[in-house]
């Protein structure tokens, strides 16, 4: 593809087949991230209604091979992301699935042996919706404490990478926290982007080689603060303590 190096030149990570974007320090590449504004080169954020630029935040359109910061792309990623199996599904979400096919065959063997009279078809009916909402209920349950478990694995990512952004003074690439933490790049991405406010954390991009890096900056190292001495300031003190010193005399005589 034009304009894609075979190797980042900032940190000199080779850039993948087919990939727009440098999965060593995020710097992205291509004509299509190319900013009609201020003309650099940078992924965009989602903004309400649209999308705006990262390094001069004037809103831009999202073309065919345009990086869009905090969505995955498998072709950059240091390490492959796990599997998404639909078939994969908690025990409480697997004995839901088997109350409900049990119900049903309990339903047909009632209808069956009993025929469609009152008392087979009142039968039927109730042994399926016991066991359809007995199902139902447990997979829900088990929904539920899937997503609580997601949740807590995201706030105890983001303490880590909290404890991470204080050792390197405020800033962090996605690249960083995936070496730090063995995941996937877009998995460190996409968590960075969620603790990004826009205030306290911003995700920005480095002018200078392109690459983007995200500010906590209430642990950016502040700057040493140094006296600055006012001419004639000692000299003012010692006068004071002369003149006290004058003082004691006179009152001793």
Not at 52 to 80: H, I, N
Not at 157 to 185: D, H, M, P, W, Y
Not at 227 to 241: D, I, L, Q
């Amino acid at each position: 593809m034009e304009g894609i190096p075979e190797k980042c030149p900032t940190c000199s990570t080779v850039i993948p087949e087919g990939a727009v974007r440098c999965p060593g320090c995020g710097r992205v590449f291509g004509e299509d991230n190319r900013c009609p504004h201020c003309n650099a080169i940078a992924a965009v954020r989602p903004i309400p209604g649209g999308y705006a630029c990262l390094a001069c935040g004037k809103p831009r359109d999202r073309l065919p091979q345009t990086t869009v910061l905090g969505e995955p792309d498998a072709r950059m990623s240091l390490a492959p992301s796990p599997p998404q199996s639909a078939a994969r599904a908690g025990a409480l979400s697997s004995l839901g699935v088997a109350t409900i096919g049990t119900s049903a065959v309990f339903a047909s063997l009632a209808l069956a042996l009993l025929g469609f009279s009152s008392f087979g078809v009142l039968l039927a009916v109730a042994a399926a919706i016991a066991g359809v909402g007995g199902g139902a209920a447990m997979i829900g349950a088990d929904r539920r404490r899937a997503r609580d478990a997601e949740r807590g694995a995201q706030r105890a990512l983001e303490q880590r990478i909290l404890v991470l952004a204080g050792k390197r003074k405020g800033n962090l690439t996605a690249s960083e926290v995936a070496k730090a933490f063995r995941i996937a790049e877009s998995a460190a991405e996409a968590a960075l982007m969620r603790m990004s406010d826009g205030s306290t954390i911003t995700a920005e991009v480095d002018e200078t080689v392109g690459a983007l890096h995200f500010v906590f900056h209430d642990l950016v190292a502040a700057p040493p603060k140094t006296r600055v001495e006012v001419e004639g300031e000692g000299e003012g003190e010692g006068e004071v303590e002369g003149e006290r010193e004058r003082e004691k005399k006179k009152l001793s005589l």
